[in-house]
């Protein structure tokens, strides 16, 4: 079973970026489909994009479209989540979490993940 394992959040003003990093352990990382999502406090966990097993397809929720891009180096074992434009409706604790694999597509629900919830990393947007 693959662990996954976040960071890279930090505080940052409106308007600023982040580059959150998804490292993962285990030989079959590169046969999964990986979503990042996000917990508001006090709202549920969504969806936030995901990307396939082999970084060829990637799918956005329509609130980060055009801002948040999602890649991958299946050789690092790594998935990344480049932010841009930060909002302060962006202030969330990010996740990661396996989504699927290469018999299954990317969906736009975030109740359709697989693996255990780790710690997280937090994201903070203020000025």
């Known amino acids: 079973q693959v662990q996954l394992v976040e960071s890279g959040g930090g505080l940052v003003q409106p308007g600023g970026s982040l580059r959150l990093s998804c490292e993962a352990s285990g030989r079959t990382f590169s046969s999964y489909n990986i979503g990042w999502f996000r917990q508001a406090p006090g709202k549920e966990r969504e969806l936030v994009g995901s990307?396939?097993?082999?970084?060829?397809?990637?799918l956005y929720a329509d609130s980060v479209k055009g801002r948040f891009t999602i890649s991958r180096d299946n050789a690092k074992n790594t998935v990344y989540l480049q932010m841009n434009s930060l909002k302060p409706e962006d202030t969330a604790v990010y996740y990661c979490?396996?989504?699927?694999?290469?018999?299954?597509?990317?969906?736009?629900?975030?109740?359709?993940?697989?693996?255990?919830w780790g710690q997280g990393t937090q994201v903070t947007v203020s000025s």
């Open positions: 990307i396939t097993w082999s970084g060829g397809n990637t």
């Open positions: 979490n396996v989504v699927g694999d290469r018999s299954t597509k990317l969906k736009a629900d975030s109740q359709f993940y697989f693996g255990s």
